[in-house]
């Protein structure tokens, strides 16, 4: 036990809290027992400060782990601690890769279920929470495991609800078969927004995976330019040397925080420059290694500390496919600021889950890194807030540190429903975090 200073990937909304690390769901229960304020915390990924609580306690969750044996249907038993990282490299030997993983394999499995994350695959396997059978939740109230059918509106409230109803200790998922390490990978880069959106819209649904950067310096007709690539994995007869090989881990690391404003308007108007004259117009059927594909920001340890010691905001939000201009909007309005955003990924949405606190809908998601420093960056989160809101979109709070409780409210018109199931499995109300305060999400 520790008082320690803690802050999301973005680096910057920090506060103080007691720090422990349950080594069992026994453990958690007591924590849970003689506390007042507590919340889960995994690796430490999530942008903003769900994974806060000032003046609380926060209950790492690594000493949670185990993997077990993949059973023929693919299903294993994971301790919420476990990392996709480390997932990966148990099951992939096995001919088993994760159904879905965000751009990072640091992240707990806990952490995944909590923020419900989503990968490429949206648009066809949906999220995190789609391919879990089942978990054990540790509440103030009781121990439960909760499944799709058993204590459903539990279950589906813990799945995307930033840790507000329990601590998840052990979850089983249902793995993806797949025959090698490599994804076969289409390219193709575009010379504005336009022309990749209508792409994505009718050739998505021919691939498992699919992502596009999009350049958001250009402006005119070149405004959004972009490079997609689509893909899915490789069967063994259609790779030389087929292997099932985990990703090599990371090889460069950011040894101290970078000079503020390094990522600039002019640093990056020229980084993405190369970045585009260096993808080919076309280009059919790559092999990629997983590592490459899924996870290239992982090649590089504490690659956050290049956004300086004032950190940065990754602002994504998700908008139905009858608003797809909130996109273009959106887009606009960064390159007409000259708000730099360093890296912007944008990506087509299915269904989302049945969870009062669920981010995806069917249609578009584009999320954006802004580093921290221009005066205009405020006001520019702002308007983005108001074109997401008018377009009846709503902006990814496993990603947030700096949106108002109304605008919360107005973009999750089922909250409600989350904080009543909370508030029935936590009536005096022990978990919170800094997020949780801040929106208002569970009020009592």
């Not at 193709?188 to 959106?197: A, C, G, I, P, T």
């Not at 997983?290 to 939000?317: C, E, K, M």
């Not at 107005?410 to 009543?420: G, I, K, N, Q, V």
Request: aromatic share 6%.
């Amino acid at each position: 036990m520790s008082r320690q200073v803690l802050y999301g990937w973005g680096r910057t909304a920090p506060s103080a809290a007691t720090v422990v690390e349950p080594q069992s769901a026994h453990d958690v229960t007591a924590h849970l027992h003689t506390s007042t304020a507590a919340i889960a915390r995994g690796l430490g990924r999530s942008y903003g400060d769900a994974a806060q609580l000032a003046g609380g306690l926060v209950m790492v969750n690594r000493e949670l782990g185990g993997i077990s044996p993949v059973n023929p249907r693919g299903e294993v038993t994971v301790g919420a601690g476990v990392s996709i990282d480390e997932l990966i490299r148990e099951c992939l030997p096995q001919g088993w890769f994760v159904p879905v993983t965000p751009g990072t394999r640091q992240v707990t499995v806990g952490g995944a279920i909590a923020a419900d994350v989503h990968g490429k695959n949206h648009h066809v396997d949906g999220s995190f929470g789609h391919h879990l059978i089942s978990m054990e939740l540790v509440t103030p109230t009781g121990t439960f495991t909760v499944s799709p059918t058993s204590r459903p509106e539990l279950f589906w409230a813990t799945v995307g609800g930033m840790g507000l109803t329990g601590v998840v200790v052990e979850a089983t998922l249902r793995m993806l078969p797949v025959e090698t390490d490599r994804v076969l990978v289409d390219t193709q880069r575009f010379k504005d927004l336009d022309s990749v959106m209508s792409e994505m819209l009718s050739g998505d649904h021919r691939y498992r995976y699919s992502v596009a950067w999009v350049d958001c310096m250009t402006r005119g007709a070149s405004m959004g330019r972009a490079i997609l690539t689509r893909g899915d994995h490789a069967r063994r007869d259609q790779v030389e040397a087929p292997t099932l090989l985990p990703p090599r881990g990371s090889r460069i690391t950011v040894p101290f925080d970078a000079p503020s404003g390094l990522l600039n308007p002019a640093t990056i108007r020229l980084f993405n420059e190369a970045w585009y004259r260096a993808a080919p117009k076309s280009k059919v059927a790559q092999p990629q290694g997983i590592g490459s594909f899924f996870h290239p920001l992982d090649g590089v340890t504490a690659w956050n500390r290049l956004y300086g010691r004032r950190g940065f905001v990754q602002y994504q939000f998700a908008v139905p496919d009858s608003a797809g201009d909130a996109v273009r909007q959106s887009i606009e309005t960064l390159s007409n600021s000259k708000v730099p955003s360093f890296l912007a990924v944008l990506k087509r949405f299915g269904e989302g889950t049945p969870g009062g606190l669920s981010f995806p809908m069917p249609g578009w998601t584009l999320a954006l890194d802004l580093p921290v420093g221009p005066a205009a960056l405020p006001q520019v989160l702002n308007d983005l807030d108001d074109i997401v809101l008018a377009a009846g979109g709503r902006v990814y709070l496993a990603k947030d540190s700096r949106l108002e409780a109304h605008k919360a409210h107005a973009m999750y018109p089922r909250l409600h429903e989350f904080a009543t199931t909370c508030q029935e499995i936590d009536p005096q109300g022990i978990l919170s975090s800094d997020l949780a305060r801040r929106l208002q999400l569970i009020r009592k």
